[in-house]
């Protein structure tokens, strides 16, 4: 059984940094590679960043210049470090496989407001 835990999030101030963390653990077969989605009120999930299994690294319009993904594979574990946040960035943050392969976690909330 495979679980996903999301941790990092808070309040911050616009302009200000987070990072966030994401632990994987069991076994998930075939893995293509790894996704930070989040989720605004009221709005659907979108995927924000992802780093394939090749390591290929990719971006949505949104946050590139902002956001970086990054994995430690002997920790099973995926960051996105974020920076110059802004209001539109409030959202409840999760990581999956690009296939959403995993039971989603309880996600991270993210609050970037003065």
């Known amino acids: 059984q495979v679980q996903l835990v999301e941790s990092g999030g808070g309040l911050v101030q616009p302009g200000g940094s987070l990072r966030l963390s994401c632990a994987a653990s069991g076994t998930i077969f075939s893995i293509n590679g790894w996704g930070w989605y989040r989720q605004a009120p009221g709005k659907q999930r979108e995927l924000v960043a992802y780093?394939?299994?090749?390591?290929?690294?990719n971006y949505a319009d949104s946050v590139k210049g902002r956001f970086t993904i990054s994995r430690d594979n002997f920790k099973n574990t995926v960051y996105l470090q974020m920076n110059s946040l802004k209001p539109e960035d409030t959202a409840v943050y999760y990581c999956?496989?690009?296939?959403?392969?995993?039971?989603w976690g309880q996600g991270t909330l993210v609050t970037v407001s003065s």
């Open positions: 780093i394939t299994r090749d390591g290929f690294i």
């Open positions: 999956n496989t690009l296939s959403m392969a995993a039971p």
